[in-house]
């Protein structure tokens, strides 16, 4: 088994700057996303998939990045004969519903490749964007839950947490 690594790059470790927080507060609704990838699509890495992600995410008029994780490699759990993934943790604010932040986060798998369905549970996929927070909210429907069911047991999502500070996130 390959060790778990720790990984910067251009946007992940990422924090937005207070003045421009201040100038452009998108709205009172804070979420977490937990960000994955281990399978390429065309000349992407798994790492350009999520760069990309942050990008497109960025350019969304209705959410502002406030801060993420930087990467993490680690093993694949459940099935493990697949490449290692690559996570992260990003903070983000809107002032959508979880409804409207739950089908972006549809639309934007789907736009990476992500099949509508996984050939087996745990499958490899290009892009995995879990919901783990919005705001306080409590939810459990057959296909989300929030908070996300099992983040508290997944070091690819309590990891890249960890190194995001514990500073509120409202200026």
């Not at 009172?28 to 990838?37: A, P, T």
């Amino acid at each position: 088994m390959k060790n778990a690594q720790i990984l910067s790059s251009k946007h992940y470790p990422f924090r937005a700057f207070t003045q421009h927080l201040e100038a452009k507060t998108q709205g009172r609704n804070i979420f977490v996303l937990g960000l994955g990838s281990n399978m390429g699509y065309g000349v992407k890495s798994s790492i350009d998939i999520l760069e990309s992600a942050f990008m497109w995410l960025d350019s969304v008029s209705y959410i502002k990045i406030l801060r993420t994780s930087p990467i993490w490699r680690n093993p694949a759990f459940g099935f493990r004969a697949q490449n290692d993934f690559y996570n992260a943790v990003m903070i983000c604010q809107s002032h959508k519903n979880i409804r409207h932040i739950y089908a972006l986060i549809f639309y934007i798998e789907r736009r990476f490749a992500r099949g509508r369905k996984r050939a087996f549970k745990n499958a490899p996929r290009t892009l995995d964007i879990d919901i783990i927070f919005f705001n306080t909210l409590r939810l459990k429907y057959p296909h989300l839950h929030i908070p996300h069911r099992f983040y508290h047991q997944r070091a690819s999502v309590m990891l890249p947490l960890s190194f995001i500070e514990s500073k509120p996130l409202r200026t």
